[in-house]
């Protein structure tokens, strides 16, 4: 009796990493059926916000690399192109065809001056199109923009 037990439980594990393999690969296969952007899409900016109040431009002393730490630069203006200071800055992004986000909470750690931000602890943990999004706060209105990247 216990080695039909144990052969029934050893029948489910397999099962299981079947199917969550399966899934795995289907996915990384076919994604999220979330379609790439164009590649006129993709790159560090500049970037006009979704309602169209700010424009933003991603500045990095290197280029942007898979599985490593960085910290870029965001340079924001307002739609007259009046660098926008005292704003709030929320970051966000993922891999929209992997369904997972960062690996990291990227934040602003400096205002400074004259539009420009630095955000650090942005890492990205593989290569493939990422999203990168900046949620902006600013006395002139809230709005986001959002930046795809091939990595």
Do not use: K
Request: glycine share 10%; aromatic share 6%.
């Amino acid at each position: 009796m216990r080695i039909r037990t144990a052969f029934v439980a050893a029948l489910v594990v397999v099962a299981a990493v079947a199917v969550t393999g399966c899934g795995h690969v289907m996915m990384m296969m076919h994604g999220n059926n979330v379609a790439r952007p164009a590649a006129t899409e993709f790159g560090t900016g500049p970037r006009v916000s979704a309602s169209r109040q700010f424009t933003a431009t991603l500045q990095s002393d290197q280029p942007l690399r898979p599985r490593r730490m960085q910290t870029v630069r965001v340079a924001i203006t307002d739609a007259a192109g009046v660098p926008v200071d005292d704003a709030t800055i929320l970051i966000d992004g993922g891999m929209p065809q992997h369904g997972h986000g960062l690996p990291t909470r990227p934040r602003v750690t400096r205002a400074l001056g004259n539009g420009l931000y630095e955000i650090e602890g942005v890492r990205f943990n593989m290569g493939g199109w990422w999203e990168f999004t900046l949620a902006i706060n600013a006395a002139s209105g809230s709005d986001v923009v959002t930046f795809n990247l091939a990595l």
